[in-house]
């Protein structure tokens, strides 16, 4: 929980939190206003790149049904490279493995090692993986 107090003599605000306790400085008429300055522009930004990708949506769906088609069509007649005015097509096969899944990479030690040394493996990797954070904006949409 957030509390937010201010101190109008220092012009500070005291961020209380659950983690940790923290004197913030407050923003300068100035600042604040750059700030509500790029506010606006990154609304309009998010509105703009939305209407953008509405539009690709109907288009990326008809890319992607056409190069099914000209996939299976190179593919039954064996054609690696089209060229053409602009570009050369070309139709190859990409091999890739899926990650391997906890359960599967846990089975196929288990089966090689001690269950309960495995067990306790697992554990400890997954009790010692770094929590990356990274501070992002999301546009809520009020109705």
Not at 45 to 54: F, G, Y
Request: a positive charge.
């Amino acid at each position: 929980m957030q509390r937010y107090l201010e101190d109008q003599s220092r012009a500070l605000t005291i961020v209380e939190d659950d983690e940790v306790d923290r004197v913030v400085e407050k923003p300068t008429p100035e600042q604040l206003d750059a700030f509500k300055r790029h506010l606006k522009e990154w609304i309009s930004a998010d509105v703009a790149l939305k209407e953008i990708q509405k539009t690709a949506l109907p288009i990326r769906k008809r890319k992607n049904e056409l190069s099914e088609t000209i996939t299976e069509f190179m593919r039954k007649f064996n054609i690696e490279d089209i060229n053409t005015r602009d570009c050369r097509i070309r139709c190859t096969v990409k091999r890739t493995r899926p990650p391997v899944k906890n359960t599967e990479l846990q089975r196929k030690l288990c089966e090689h090692f001690d269950k309960d040394n495995v067990n306790q493996v697992f554990e400890n990797i997954r009790e010692n993986v770094p929590i990356s954070q990274r501070p992002m904006l999301r546009r809520i949409t009020i109705n």
